[in-house]
C-alpha cells in the first residue's frame, strides 16, 4: 500500500512536471510570435494554456492585448476583465484604461466611467485622466453632437480590409485594400493574418458620394508589403503615403527586428506614379505615417512615435520648403496629443484638423475628433458624435467642405469586411466652441409671482456691464456665457430692491445654467426721498470703505457701489453729491488731497460702470473735517476705529 500510494504521489509529481513544462514551452513560443506582432498566432496558444486551467497576470494581459490591438475590444474585454478581478495589484494603470475603452465598445459605459475614476487615482497627472475628470458628462455633449452626418451605402467595400480614403484632384477616392488582384493577392500579414494593403482608386459619382468599381493605381507605390494613407497636392503632380520600410526593394527592420511604417512622395509622370522618394524624418526605430497636406501645400501632417512623443503615437508637422525640402517635426502638444492613441489626421480646404483617437473620451475604442484652427495651432478636441462615431474603431475621416461629402472606416458590425469604408453626407454644422448659457426665472421673493419687464444685467468679474435684457412674459432672462469664466448676474426692477449673485461657467462644452432670482419689494418704492438724505442708508448698504492712503475701489466697496448704480438706472431724476473722508492720521492737507482722489475714483466708478450721466454724480473731498468718532489727531485709536473714517456717503440733492 505504502509502495503504491508513493508510485502514484511519483507518477502524479512526474505528470504535473511534464504539463508545466510544456506549458512553459508553449508560453515561450507565444511570446515569441507576441513579441514580433504575430498577435493571431499567440493568441491561438495563449488560448490553450488559458483553457487548461493555467492562468496568470502576464498570460491574461497578452490575450486581451492581442484582441485589443487587432480592434476585437468585444474579446479583449474577456480577458481583461479576468486580469483586473483576479490580479489587480499587478496590474498597471495603463490596463485599467484599456478595460475601460474596451468596456465602452460593449456599451458598460457605467462600468468604463468607474474603472475611468480608478484610472484617475493611479494616474492623475496623465491628461487621459485629466479629459475623463473634466468631461464627466461626455455622453451628454456626443448626443448634442450627434446627428450631424446621414450614412450613405457603399458597395466597393471587400470581405477584407478597406480603410484609409482620401482625395485626389480627379474626382476620385483612393484607399488602401488588402483585396488583392486575381490571384495575385499579397502574404498574408501576421498581426492580423490579413493580406498586406495595396493602393485603390474609385471614382466618385457626384452629388452622392457612391464609388464605381476600384482598380489599383498605377505607377511603383504598391510592392508586396503596406501601402495605405495618401495625401495628395493640389495640382495632382505630387502624393505622399504610408508604406512599410522598403525602400529600393530593401527591407528595413530596427533594433528589435520589427518592420515598421515610413511615409514616402512620389511625382506623376504620364499617369504613372515614379520616382518615389523615403522622407528624410523617417527612421528605422520608429513609425512615420498617415501623411496629410495642409491646403497650400506648405504643411504635411503626420502621426508618429518617435522619441518625444508622450503617447503610443502623436500628431506632429513639418514644413515643407519651396524646395520641397523639410523643417524640423513639431508635435503638436498637449491639447491634442495624449498618452493614448491620436492617429490618421486629415487637414481640410478651412484647416480643421480631424483625427483618430482612443486618448480623449468617446464612445470606445478609436473616435473621431475634430479640432478648429487657432493663431497658437489648434483647439480642444471635439467628440464628432454618432453615427460617424460608435463603440468599435472609427478612423481615416475626410471630408469636402463644398459638398458636404465624406468618407471614414470602421470596423462596426454589420459591414462586409474586417474594415469597411462608409460614405456620409454632413448635416448640420458641429460643435466646435464652448457653448454655455444662463436662464432663470425673477419673481417676487414673497408672493412667488413670476416679474415680467425685470431688468437682468450680466457684468463680468470686474463689474463691467457686459449685456442687459428684460425678462418676457414668463419672467424668463437669458445669456450666453464664455467656459471658465465668472459672471455676475444683477437683477432690479422698480420698488425691489437690487439682487446679484457671482456666477462662475465651466468647462463642459454644452452646458445650461440654471439660475433663478428673487427679488424683495423695498429700494426706495414707498420711502420719501429728500434732499440731505445719505442714499446708502436708505438702501441699508454697507459703507463703502477705503484702505489705508489709498484711493482705489475694493472689492467689497464695488458691490455696493453696484446697488447704488441701480438706483439711479432705476429713478432717472435722481442726482447724488458723493462725501469722501480720511481718518486723522497724516497731514491735514495731504487728507484732503487723498478724500479728494477717492471722491473722484467713486464718482469715475458709478459715472463709467454704471453709464450715468456726469450731470447726476457731483463729488467733494472732506479730508478729515468730519470724523464719525473721537479719533481726532491727539487720539490713539485702534485701526478698526481709524476705519470707521475712511468713508464716503452718497447724499440726495435732488
Not at 510544456?22 to 514580433?36: G, H, I, M, P
Not at 460593449?106 to 484617475?120: H, L, T
Not at 486575381?182 to 471614382?203: C, R
Request: proline share 2%; charged share 25%; with cysteine.
Amino acid at each position: 500500500m505504502i509502495i503504491r500510494k508513493y508510485a502514484t504521489l511519483l507518477f502524479l509529481s512526474i505528470l504535473v512536471s511534464g504539463t508545466i513544462f510544456s506549458q512553459d514551452k508553449q508560453l515561450a513560443k507565444a511570446d515569441e510570435n507576441f513579441n514580433r506582432f504575430a498577435f493571431v498566432d499567440a493568441r491561438k496558444i495563449y488560448q490553450k494554456v488559458a483553457e487548461s486551467g493555467y492562468s496568470s497576470a502576464d498570460l491574461f494581459k497578452k490575450l486581451g492585448d492581442s484582441y485589443y490591438f487587432n480592434a476585437e475590444l468585444d474579446q479583449a474585454v474577456t480577458w481583461y476583465e479576468k486580469l483586473i478581478n483576479m490580479y489587480m495589484e499587478e496590474v498597471s494603470s495603463e490596463y485599467i484604461f484599456r478595460y475601460s475603452q474596451c468596456l465602452k465598445n460593449v456599451k458598460r459605459y457605467d462600468d468604463a466611467d468607474k474603472m475611468m475614476e480608478k484610472f484617475n487615482q493611479l494616474s492623475a497627472d496623465d491628461q487621459r485622466a485629466e479629459f475623463f475628470m473634466n468631461t464627466r458628462d461626455y455622453l451628454n455633449f456626443i448626443e448634442l453632437q450627434s446627428g450631424k452626418f446621414r450614412l450613405l451605402k457603399l458597395t466597393t467595400n471587400s470581405k477584407y480590409s478597406d480603410y484609409a480614403p482620401s482625395f485626389n484632384n480627379q474626382g476620385k477616392l483612393v484607399f488602401a485594400s488588402s483585396r488583392g488582384v486575381g490571384t495575385m493577392s499579397k502574404t498574408v500579414h501576421e498581426w492580423n493574418e490579413m493580406p498586406f494593403l495595396d493602393l485603390f482608386s474609385s471614382e466618385i459619382i457626384k452629388g452622392n458620394g457612391i464609388l464605381k468599381t476600384p482598380t489599383k493605381i498605377k505607377g511603383k507605390i504598391n510592392t508586396k508589403f503596406h501601402e495605405s494613407s495618401t495625401s495628395f497636392s493640389k495640382d495632382g503632380a505630387t502624393v505622399y503615403f504610408t508604406r512599410n520600410n522598403y525602400t529600393k526593394k530593401r527591407l528595413g527592420k530596427n533594433a528589435e527586428g520589427n518592420i515598421l511604417l515610413k511615409i514616402y512622395r512620389a511625382k506623376l509622370v504620364e499617369d504613372t506614379w515614379k520616382e518615389i522618394e523615403e522622407l528624410p524624418f523617417n527612421s528605422d526605430e520608429y513609425s512615420v505615417a498617415h501623411p496629410t497636406l495642409s491646403a497650400d501645400g506648405k504643411k504635411l501632417y503626420f502621426a508618429s512615435d518617435m522619441p518625444d512623443s508622450r503617447g503610443l503615437s502623436d500628431l506632429y508637422v513639418i514644413d515643407i520648403n519651396d524646395d520641397g525640402t523639410f523643417g524640423q517635426p513639431k508635435n503638436l502638444g498637449d491639447q491634442i496629443n495624449t498618452e493614448g492613441r491620436e492617429t490618421f489626421p486629415y487637414i481640410s480646404d478651412s484647416g480643421r484638423l480631424y483625427f483618430a483617437s482612443d486618448g480623449h473620451i468617446g464612445l470606445g475604442g478609436l473616435d473621431i475628433f475634430v479640432a478648429v484652427p487657432e493663431e497658437n495651432g489648434f483647439s480642444i478636441p471635439y467628440n464628432v458624435g454618432k453615427p460617424v462615431n460608435g463603440s468599435t474603431d472609427d478612423f481615416t475621416f475626410v471630408l469636402n467642405e463644398d459638398t458636404k461629402i465624406g468618407y471614414f472606416a470602421s470596423n462596426r458590425a454589420g459591414g462586409k469586411g474586417n474594415d469597411d469604408i462608409y460614405s456620409f453626407k454632413q448635416t448640420d454644422d458641429l460643435i466646435t466652441e464652448c457653448r454655455q448659457y444662463v436662464t432663470g426665472v425673477i419673481t417676487d421673493a414673497a408672493s412667488k409671482n413670476k416679474l415680467t419687464a425685470a431688468e437682468v444685467i450680466l457684468m463680468d468679474e470686474n463689474n463691467n456691464e457686459l449685456h442687459r435684457t428684460i425678462t418676457d412674459a414668463s419672467g424668463m432672462y437669458k445669456f450666453d456665457l464664455e467656459c471658465d469664466t465668472s459672471y455676475l448676474v444683477r437683477a432690479t426692477k422698480i420698488e425691489y430692491k437690487p439682487t446679484e449673485v457671482i456666477l462662475t461657467a465651466n468647462n463642459v462644452l454644452e452646458y445650461k445654467h440654471d439660475l433663478a432670482l428673487k427679488l424683495t419689494k423695498g429700494g426706495l418704492a414707498g420711502i420719501e426721498v429728500k434732499p440731505g438724505d445719505d442714499l446708502a442708508k436708505l438702501l441699508g448698504l454697507q459703507t463703502i470703505y477705503f484702505d489705508l492712503n489709498a484711493s482705489f475701489i475694493r472689492p467689497d466697496a464695488e458691490v455696493e457701489l453696484q446697488k447704488i448704480i441701480a438706483a439711479l438706472q432705476q429713478y432717472p431724476e435722481l442726482k447724488i453729491d458723493v462725501r469722501s473722508h480720511t481718518d486723522s492720521r497724516a497731514g491735514d492737507e495731504y487728507n484732503m488731497n487723498l478724500s479728494e482722489r477717492r471722491a473722484k475714483s467713486t464718482m469715475e466708478y458709478i459715472t463709467e460702470k454704471g453709464k450715468i450721466d456726469i450731470s447726476r454724480v457731483t463729488g467733494k473731498g472732506y479730508g478729515e473735517t468730519a470724523l464719525v468718532n473721537k479719533c481726532a489727531n491727539a487720539i490713539d485709536c485702534s485701526n478698526e476705529e481709524h476705519q470707521l473714517n475712511r468713508r464716503s456717503e452718497f447724499i440726495v440733492i435732488k
